[in-house]
């Protein structure tokens, strides 16, 4: 499920690093996949690099062709000037040393190339990625050492943060804007599933729990859900931000 609301950003994200026909292009946390995929139709030569196998495995089979690395975000395995293109949907969110990343994307990109990369803006905007947060909450719980720690998901949700991010790795004619659309369903148990399979800590938080609370947690859930719903369908924001900028 947050598959097919991540792909909404693809066109978005090749649109910001101008990705065409014979650009070399690197998808970096390629996943399974998708957005490597959408360069290759765009005619470009696509390089998938993700740090799980699982992951390239996943890629392979849904994309047969696609060229295919496994290696670090934070230690890239290529040269100098070796893309047009560098461009990661949500990889930002997962990266312990997002600089170090960013530096590394911007000297494997060419002269002229230009890199893009999307994160998820912060609450209220972006209800989907913290209805299991706001549902725990309600139901009295709070993160407890079950629950990984790791980096602020929403540091680079200000728009100052992600273009000093960008800028500080060397690029120029940096912008960040925000993308806003509504993700529209009516199985809340798709979505509930969708959730705790698509999220990390948010997941680890509810798993954590015994049974009588995560029956709690699904029923706080199921009221924020409702109170989203329109003509029995529910209408959940979303918003994400979409930073890039070119390498002189």
């Not at 993700?50 to 696609?66: F, K, N």
């Not at 199985?187 to 997941?203: F, K, P």
């Not at 947690?217 to 529910?234: A, K, M, Q, T």
Request: without cysteine.
């Amino acid at each position: 499920m947050i598959g097919r609301v991540t792909q909404r950003l693809a066109g978005p994200l090749l649109d910001a690093a101008a990705v065409g026909a014979g650009s070399r292009v690197l998808d970096v946390a390629t996943g399974p996949g998708y957005l490597a995929a959408g360069a290759a139709a765009r005619g470009a030569a696509v390089t998938g690099l993700d740090i799980a196998e699982g992951m390239l495995a996943l890629a392979a089979a849904r994309h047969p062709g696609l060229r295919l690395v496994r290696g670090d975000a934070e230690k890239l395995p290529f040269d100098a000037g070796e893309f047009d293109a560098v461009v990661g949907a949500f990889v930002l969110n997962h990266l312990p040393r997002p600089e170090v990343a960013v530096a590394g994307f911007a000297r494997v990109l060419a002269h002229g190339g230009r890199a893009a990369l999307t994160v998820w803006d912060g609450p209220p905007r972006s209800r989907l990625i913290t209805l299991l947060v706001e549902a725990s909450r309600a139901a009295g719980v709070r993160p407890a050492g079950e629950v990984p720690a790791g980096p602020d998901p929403f540091r680079f949700a200000d728009n100052g943060e992600f273009g000093s991010l960008l800028t500080a790795a060397g690029l120029d004619e940096v912008a960040v804007s925000t993308l806003d659309f509504v993700h529209e369903g009516d199985d809340i148990d798709e979505l509930w599933d969708g959730l705790l399979g698509g999220s990390v800590r948010s997941a680890a938080l509810v798993e954590a729990q015994d049974a009588p609370t995560q029956a709690r947690i699904r029923e706080h859930f199921r009221l924020l859900v409702d109170e989203l719903r329109g003509d029995g369908h529910y209408r959940i924001p979303v918003a994400v931000k979409l930073g890039s900028g070119r390498k002189p």
